[in-house]
């Protein structure tokens, strides 16, 4: 299953979209999570069900 979603960084008046984005894993123990980032750059990191969330931060990978 492929899911997608966009950060959009942009403010308005009083406003801001933020930057957390959700994606719902189900009961499946890893998935892979493929990012591709403004610059062009892309990169995979490992999402473990253990862990309520991830932070992504483009030149880091936590692939094993």
């Given at each position: 299953?492929?899911?997608v979603a966009f950060v959009l960084a942009g403010r308005g008046y009083q406003s801001h979209y933020g930057t957390k984005?959700?994606?719902g894993f189900?009961?499946?123990?890893s998935q892979k999570i493929h990012v591709r980032w403004d610059s062009g750059k892309t990169a995979v990191y490992e999402a473990k069900s253990d862990v309520n969330y991830h932070v992504l931060i483009e030149g880091t990978s936590n692939r094993n």
């Open positions: 299953k492929i899911q984005l959700h994606f189900g009961s499946q123990n």
